[in-house]
């Protein structure tokens, strides 16, 4: 069983990995100036994401993508609003510890 739920968090895990690559990758094409930090927190959270589960991960990065994007009056591209979803749903798995003690605007959270 344990090998099984090992599986689960390697799947999940490339699944989040693959959609920061995919929105990073996106937003640099933009070349927009105000999407700076949030690429360079993409980059933590990918960095970083053997340490922390997928889904916590997958969580605090669409919450902050989303309080960043109203706060700084980012307009996302329809592609990337549906790769924020994505995010998004992953990280509804993460129950209460996915956005227990999170600031959704601090980037230093990744």
């Not at 309080?67 to 992953?90: C, N, P, R, W």
């Amino acid at each position: 069983m344990e090998v099984n739920f090992m599986d689960q968090k390697n799947v999940q895990r490339e699944k989040v990995a693959h959609l920061i690559d995919d929105l990073y990758n996106q937003l640099a094409t933009d070349g927009d100036s105000k999407t700076i930090e949030i690429r360079e927190s993409l980059l933590k959270a990918y960095r970083h994401l053997d340490r922390k589960s997928p889904e916590v991960t997958a969580n605090h990065l669409a919450n902050y993508l989303r309080f960043t994007g109203y706060t700084e009056k980012i307009a996302y591209t329809q592609a990337q609003d549906e790769v924020i979803s994505q995010l998004s749903q992953l990280g509804q798995s993460a129950g209460l510890n996915g956005s227990y003690k999170t600031a959704y605007g601090d980037k230093s959270q990744f």
